[in-house]
């Protein structure tokens, strides 16, 4: 399946910020959709994951729980992730994955890529 990350900016702290990752012409909801992130410098690190199908089952990063909410339109083949009270440590390039069997932290295990997008928090 390819992915189309969209929706990076440039924000102030404490503002909100929508991302999307779209697959389309793909069987969406067969598929687990993550996010992870990467700073210069720094190394790839997991954002948020949701299940197949219906998305009930999610998971966070502590780094952003509470602050970020993932979820997906299997109609629409997109999911989102909601990012508020973003902070300047949310810098990053933010890339969306996919796949069918894995919906872990481990960016490793995801076997379809989005092109990166790029968020800029300001202080």
């Known amino acids: 399946v390819q992915l189309q990350a969209s929706g990076g900016g440039l924000v102030q702290a404490g503002g909100s910020l929508s991302l999307s990752c779209a697959a389309p012409g793909g069987s969406f909801s067969s598929y687990a959709v993550a996010w992870f992130r990467q700073a210069p410098g720094k190394e790839r690190e997991f954002v948020a994951a949701?299940?197949?199908?219906?998305?009930?089952?999610?998971y966070y990063a502590d780094s952003v729980k509470g602050r970020f909410t993932i979820s997906r339109d299997n109609s629409a083949n997109t999911a989102y992730p909601r990012m508020n009270s973003l902070k300047p440590d949310d810098t990053a390039i933010y890339y969306c994955?996919?796949?069918?069997?894995?919906?872990?932290?481990?960016?490793?295990?995801?076997?379809?890529w989005g092109q990166g997008t790029q968020v800029t928090v300001s202080s």
């Open positions: 949701i299940r197949w199908m219906s998305g009930s089952i999610k």
């Open positions: 994955a996919a796949d069918r069997f894995q919906s872990g932290s481990n960016w490793s295990e995801y076997d379809f």
